[in-house]
């Protein structure tokens, strides 16, 4: 799924094998390439930090 939302392959596969958790990998540099803020914009989610 990193791959499809264009992380590149050596950068998914290293978040994937990662033994830290979800709540760890969240701010990773991965996730944060894959799933910018504007993605849960556009789901219509709130956000919850101030701007």
């Not at 978040?15 to 701010?27: C, D, E, I, M, Y």
């Not at 803020?37 to 101030?50: T, V």
Request: glycine content about 8%; aromatic content about 10%.
């Amino acid at each position: 799924m990193l791959r499809k939302l264009g992380v590149d392959r050596f950068l998914a596969w290293n978040t994937a094998k990662s033994a830290h958790g979800v709540w760890r990998l969240s701010g990773s540099p991965a996730l944060t390439k894959a799933l910018p803020n504007r993605y849960f914009r556009n789901l219509g989610l709130p956000e919850l930090a101030a701007r």
